[in-house]
């Protein structure tokens, strides 16, 4: 249409101009406006009539707030888009707001900042004026983060109603809030009709706190009304924000032909009714926390979907029916009534959860449901379902699991040969009429997005870069670090390296002893590293003294400041000493706002703290955050440690996210945790699940593990203790 | 010299270069170098001889860390200087480290960044090499503070002997760590014999936390050697960081003839014995915290001292003798022995605190010392002198003190007429002998620091700017106070208001409802304004509801950021409501590191509150932080609030600060803080300073008020309460 339009005007000249504005119901008639500025898209948007399109000109646009509201009209919409795909970038302080009606945005990235209000990409101007019948494709919205974590936003809203959100990536949102939702209010009608398809929802860190759904459909408020918005061939692919993926609350949506792809958490029908999930597929390639779908409220139906590999359990299962709250509040959980589970393959799942989450308050059983013809087989002959409470409700009918004695009512217990399809889903033999049907198909990685933005981009890893060597000089560690490339290995040569400023992570770092010989590190700064944003650290193999630290008590070896996210922190054969100087000396100090994905500490010997070797414990308002997701201690030594050697804190009631995680294994603690008002050697407030196995605990404090939310876990298991080793707290936060 | 020398070469041509090269000892040639960029400087230092000066060329000199090592001679120092005074400016990552001998440094200014060191300008190059007989003069340091408050740096650091640092600006320290810092070790010798003259200290805010000395020379540790550095002819003007202004802490050091204008804190002899602390002069106008001199350790002399309007007490008195511990370690508190304090003169002042600080530690009263031929004049008649403990140690001779009935041993009590001195301080008439000389002179503001950089530079005040109309349309605030210039005052028209973006508060903003109707505020976003580093606020007749916010724990109507510091926030007339929609949402909520020199609510309405009207209880590490130096609330109605109304918290047990301080009149507490784990309507902790007067407390929590360092006072008059008001807990924190 395009070219045919531009070469009308080159033939008839100045005539089409003239027919533009007299005739503008001809319907070849259309505009391509190209603009370069802000104000030349304000003067375009003015002249724009239906079927013309505004076209930014290919480079970057910072700071730049589109409104666009414009009138189009049913297969002549106005449209704004790129001159070349991928090649126009909103950056700074940008976002997008539509108003109107047969609007068409496409072929736009924003990337290199983040959006001053609660969106990025809104389907509405402000709240009298919305888009309806409009369409946002090929957009991508990558990193476009709020550097503070807690600051929620939106990246998509969509409003109105008989919009569609196809074809876009939406990749590393880092701070609160949904990446995509469906805002639904009486004014506008809820009957809202949205199409989300094709859509790439690329990975997602864990937030470590409420807030970090993928897709929400409406709120508890408005969920006894019906959407009817169908979200169809979008993959989910490590979208592990919390523990609801998408998070259903309004009724008569449907997800068919979902891709969900090592992604933490669970499609969750949390509240609303009448939904249908079919047809969808989800590969946990054994990965943790991988979930399938949860169900809760009425009327649902869950056919036909195939699960392989998923390792969530309780809220996470590959499927979870829950138990609800008896005339439960709009907020609440509403009891399962009259769901239909059938047809669905699940392999190599680690749990099927019927009945779960049955406690004082969730006292409701499902009731007038079905459970029929499913096909659940564990290669490894385990049997993952686990049933709680009375399932009287629901009808078992017809399904098959694999284990040698299957606990579910009426299931056929046998085993199951599979074998590959030809989509690459597991088919079984023999079992006909049982599971998702033989020739399910999925949409391909390259069917959904965008094709010129690449999926793949990663950061640089810890130890990609370049080998530096580092002589043994004041502050030649220093210059060193501040001129390090991501990825770079700095190899310190033998003897003393003395540090006289705050070295800056930013990216990630490897700093390491020689191979043969001592290297030291000396500091004269309050903290020898800081962990920024994007900042990842390996120490390997030297020794570090806190003896030229400065009389200041809060020092700390390492310190992750407060925008660092989902940052990686390794020490190994990491000998640390002298952190004496003033109270309150740390190896390790998260500051608030930050949180770690993963620090393992192997091979470390640390005596002489007045502090903590870890300490991940900022987060005290009882939010629901925390610091640290996953932390691994092995085959290390603590000596003459003032705090705790290990005081991890996650206060909060709501049961969104799955850390933290802790695992100490082979590490000794001697003279740990004694003092202080609550003497501890490991203080554990909240954490989600801690193991502790073959560890030495001698003339230290316990180990206090408190309980605050969910069915938290604590392994102990072959630790010698000179002590009543530890206390277990099961009181209730307030 | 300079004009000569050019015009010598100008003269001779290229053979004054060969002579300069070959006859290095000709005591006529010099060499100026302007240099444009680092490298050029580079060069120009390596070429640089005995007498030569480099020359940066005017403009701003970004991320130059310049390294000036070279060696002049005793009467041929190399120089560095600027093109222009006030024409070089260092922004961004600068800093400055002299090594070498007869080296000088001046006219330079550091603007607009910070260093990346933990020194701004230093003395050293290394911990090997040391500038020694060198001079730094004419450096103006404006603000060039790390954002991050706690991160400590020194701004100026000497080290060797024999330098001196002089006519230079120190202004605007926002950071931890001191102004200036005499650093002292056994390797470089500890006899420093530096000069610190002339210099202008200006305005430091309070730091809220240890740590914000504006001069120190030498620590505890080497404080039983000498420094022989002398500190004279220098203002310190509202060098409000800490308790201690001064803190000596080396032997035989001389502060003579400075002038300590308006400044919170004392002059401190913290460790170190032989000091002389004559000539100065402390002026108060009456304003909080203003102190003067305050004695421990053995052999100090302060004599010939003018003190007026001083009003600080304890600690910070005009004058304080100690209580030392018996057999003190380093780094606590050596018996006053042998001190001579005589002949100054007090007007005007709080208090005169001898024997200050007794308890079970610090036990060992004052011995062998004399308090003589002192004058002490309160014009309205009162005894400012508090005395503790055994005194018997101290020969009280021949001082007078204006009250009618005086405690002081011996003194003559009598009625003393002042008049203004030519130089503007008080002469007593017909006292001959007693209190500071008659002649006493002070050096002008005028005659410290430099002529070419303002001294009187403030900040945008509130209300100083335009005022600017704002229609009641949607998101119509949200421009205005994006596009708002410093002191600007927005005007609402009667109506709503809805803000779909956090106000971003960077400089002093007013917001003001109209004379006429009500202007009411909503907002969709967590938090309504966030004050940023430079932000103050002030919200006046207008009314904000909560009820559009979003659906998560945590919102605020206003939101100290981590890094708003020394802001100010007035609500006047302000009604606030429905701030319900999830838990935890509060009117004013201080985030970790933010610090308010002063919060004052003033005929406040809040109703329907799940979270506090003011939580500024975020520093809980209890390293002596906290989050507010005043808070005054007068004439307020506070009903249904879930948390405690006013929540205070300063833990630690430093003695280095004066806040927080709080008052509270007139304000009626209805149904406020009933519940939670601890039920407190109002709670303080480590508060210094509480007032409550007037206030009613119905079906509310009590006010609790917690000791965790110093003496707090806690003034509870006029209230009523329908339930026992109040918990006073005394317990030493841990």
Do not use: C
Not at 164 to 181: E, M, P, Y
Not at 275 to 282: G, L
Not at 474 to 494: F, N, Q
């Amino acid at each position: 249409m395009w070219g045919s339009a531009r070469s009308l005007r080159r033939s008839v000249g100045w005539i089409a101009q003239v027919l533009l504005v007299f005739v503008p119901g001809w319907a070849e008639a259309r505009e391509d406006r190209m603009v370069r500025t802000p104000a030349e898209y304000e003067q375009a948007l003015d002249r724009s009539r239906p079927g013309d399109r505004i076209v930014l000109a290919n480079g970057e646009w910072r700071d730049f707030q589109v409104l666009f509201n414009a009138e189009g009209e049913d297969g002549r919409p106005i449209t704004l888009t790129a001159q070349t795909p991928g090649a126009v970038i909103l950056t700074g302080q940008s976002n997008l707001r539509m108003a109107g009606r047969h609007l068409v945005v496409s072929n736009l990235v924003f990337r290199d900042g983040w959006s001053p209000t609660g969106e990025v990409v809104s389907f509405r101007q402000n709240r009298q004026n919305r888009a309806v019948n409009s369409r946002v494709t090929g957009i991508v919205i990558d990193g476009f983060s709020k550097p503070d974590r807690s600051e929620s936003d939106n990246w998509v809203a969509m409003y109105g109603f008989g919009n569609r959100f196809d074809h876009s990536h939406l990749i590393g949102k880092t701070n609160a809030g949904t990446t995509l939702v469906v805002v639904r209010d009486e004014e506008q009608g809820l009957e809202n009709r949205h199409l989300i398809d094709h859509n790439w929802f690329g990975p997602r860190p864990p937030l470590g706190s409420n807030g970090g759904e993928t897709l929400r459909i409406g709120t508890s408020h408005d969920s006894e009304s019906s959407s009817f918005t169908t979200v169809t061939a979008n993959w989910f692919e490590r979208t592990n924000g919390e523990v609801e993926i998408i998070s259903n609350k309004s009724g008569q949506n449907t997800y068919r032909g979902n891709v969900f792809f090592e992604a933490e958490g669970a499609l969750t029908l949390r509240h609303g009714d009448g939904a249908v999930v079919e047809d969808n597929v989800f590969i946990g390639n054994g990965r943790p926390n991988t979930g399938g779908i949860r169900v809760i409220n009425r009327n649902n139906t869950v056919r036909n979907n195939y699960m392989e590999g998923l390792r969530g359990e309780g809220f996470a299962s590959a499927l979870t029916i829950l138990y609800g709250v008896p005339n439960s509040p709009l907020n609440r959980y509403v009891q399962v009534q009259n769901a239909v589970i059938e047809n669905n393959t699940l392999v190599d799942v680690a749990e099927v959860a019927l009945g779960e989450g049955m406690d004082t308050e969730r006292s409701a059983p499902p009731i007038d449901s079905r459970f029929a013809r499913n096909l659940i087989v564990n290669r490894d002959g385990s049997d993952p379902v686990r049933m709680t409470g009375d399932l009287g409700g629901i009808a078992f009918e017809g399904n098959v699991v694999s284990a040698h004695a299957t606990i579910l009512p009426g299931a056929e217990s046998r085993t199951v040969a599979l074998s590959r399809g030809r989509g690459g889903l597991m088919v079984p033999q023999g079992v006909d009429g049982i599971g998702a049907r033989r020739d399910l198909a999925f949409v391909g990685r390259n069917a959904v997005g965008v094709s010129w933005y690449p999926k793949d981009a990663e950061r640089a890893a810890l130890d990609s870069g370049q080998t530096i060597a580092v002589a043994a000089e004041e502050d030649a560690l220093t210059l060193a670090a501040r001129t390090a490339a991501p990825g770079d290995r700095l190899v310190l040569a033998a003897g003393d390296h003395v540090v006289n400023a705050v070295l800056a992570v930013e990216t990630p770092l490897t700093v390491e002893g020689p191979s043969d010989g001592e290297a030291r590190i000396l500091f004269s700064r309050p903290t020898l590293f800081e962990i920024g944003r994007h900042g990842s650290l390996k120490l390997a193999n030297l020794s570090i003294s806190g003896a030229e630290a400065p009389d200041a008590a809060g020092n700390a070896v390492v310190r992750a400041g407060s925008d660092a996210f989902g940052y990686r922190l390794e020490l190994s054969g990491v000998r640390v000493s002298d952190l004496t100087v003033n109270r309150a000396f740390d190896l390790i100090a998260a500051e608030p706002g930050s949180l770690a994905s993963r620090i393992v500490l192997s091979a470390v010997t640390a005596e002489g703290l007045t502090g903590s070797v870890l300490r991940a414990s900022a987060e005290t308002r009882d939010l629901g955050t925390y610091n640290a997701e996953v932390v691994e201690v092995t085959g290390s030594t603590f000596r003459r440690i003032a705090g705790p050697a290990i005081d991890l804190y996650r206060g909060g009631t709501d049961e969104s996210t799955f850390g933290p995680r802790l695992t100490v294994s082979g590490t000794t603690f001697q003279g740990v945790g004694q003092g202080g008002a609550v003497p501890a050697a490991i203080r554990l407030i909240g954490v989600q699940r801690a193991e502790l196995t073959a560890n030495r605990f001698t003339e230290s404090g316990p180990v206090r593990f408190e309980r605050r939310v969910g069915a938290p876990v604590l392994i102990w298991r072959d630790n010698q203790a000179d002590a009543d080793p530890f206390l277990f707290s099961n009181v209730e936060a307030q």
